[in-house]
């Protein structure tokens, strides 16, 4: 079993950043970030993998930035310049043993 927590959410205005945060309880495979709006279904939005391996969804390319810390299992999605459309409820996701976990999910909101 492995846990997942997501932090860092919170409500900006367009244009401004917010940084989100995913702590997983061990060691995990295909760390991604996945985003769900209202009304809408869940997309994914960025992969790192263990070999540093990483991909986009085209909305967020050239705003947002996925890390990993590479000793502690924490890994990261840095958004910058958000816009509305950015709006969802954030999720991180890992695999292990060949399952995958998710985390309970984090709101971000960017309204004027």
């Known amino acids: 079993q492995v846990q997942l927590v997501e932090s860092g959410g919170g409500l900006v205005q367009p244009g401004e950043s917010l940084r989100l945060s995913c702590a997983a309880s061990r060691s995990i495979y295909d760390r991604e970030w996945y985003r769900q709006a209202p009304g809408k279904q869940r997309e994914w939005v960025a992969t790192i993998t263990n070999g540093d391996n990483i991909s986009y969804v085209d909305s967020v390319k050239g705003r947002f930035t996925v890390s990993r810390h590479n000793v502690q299992n924490i890994f990261y999605l840095q958004m910058n310049n958000l816009k509305p459309e950015d709006t969802a409820i954030y999720y991180c996701?890992?695999?292990?043993?060949?399952?995958?976990?998710w985390g309970q999910g984090i709101q971000v909101t960017v309204s004027s």
């Open positions: 996701k890992g695999s292990y043993g060949g399952y995958d976990y």
